[in-house]
């Protein structure tokens, strides 16, 4: 079995992906077959446009694929991490509101200048 094959399957088992699924995002004709050539060391290389297309579906670079060991890239986020990032986010909308708001009274304003100008040039 060929060690990007291999990696490939453990990746894929990983995410939780069926073959048919990750088959038709590579672009395999939609059957498992394919993959599974691959993943069983059937296909004695992987072809580049289906390593670059396997990158792109499991967000990693070709080299993360080949140099691949389970869980050591993808470990789950600690609870102390994800109260900081949901922080964080809720931060992000308030400012998002507030440059919102912002915009809304700005345009107001400009709009109100415009007919001060105009009333005043009549």
């Given at each position: 079995?060929?060690?990007?094959?291999?990696?490939?399957?453990?990746?894929?088992?990983?995410?939780?992906?069926?073959?048919?699924?990750?088959?038709?995002?590579?672009?395999?004709?939609?059957?498992?077959?394919?993959?599974?050539?691959?993943?069983?060391?059937?296909?004695?290389?992987?072809?580049?446009?289906?390593?670059?297309?396997?990158?792109?579906?499991?967000?990693?670079?070709?080299?993360?694929?080949?140099?691949?060991?389970?869980?050591?890239?993808?470990q789950p986020i600690a609870d102390k991490e994800k109260d900081m990032l949901l922080s964080a986010v809720e931060t992000y909308k308030e400012m998002i509101q507030e440059i919102n708001e912002e915009r809304k009274r700005?345009?107001?304003?400009?709009?109100?200048?415009?007919?001060?100008?105009?009333?005043?040039?009549?």
């Amino acid at each position: 079995m060929s060690k990007t094959g291999r990696n490939l399957k453990q990746i894929r088992l990983d995410f939780g992906y069926t073959q048919e699924y990750v088959a038709q995002q590579l672009g395999l004709g939609g059957s498992a077959s394919g993959l599974r050539k691959i993943e069983n060391g059937q296909t004695m290389y992987v072809k580049k446009c289906v390593l670059e297309k396997a990158a792109k579906l499991f967000n990693m670079t070709e080299q993360e694929i080949e140099n691949y060991a389970s869980n050591d890239m993808r470990q789950p986020i600690a609870d102390k991490e994800k109260d900081m990032l949901l922080s964080a986010v809720e931060t992000y909308k308030e400012m998002i509101q507030e440059i919102n708001e912002e915009r809304k009274r700005d345009k107001a304003l400009i709009q109100d200048l415009v007919e001060q100008l105009v009333s005043y040039r009549k």
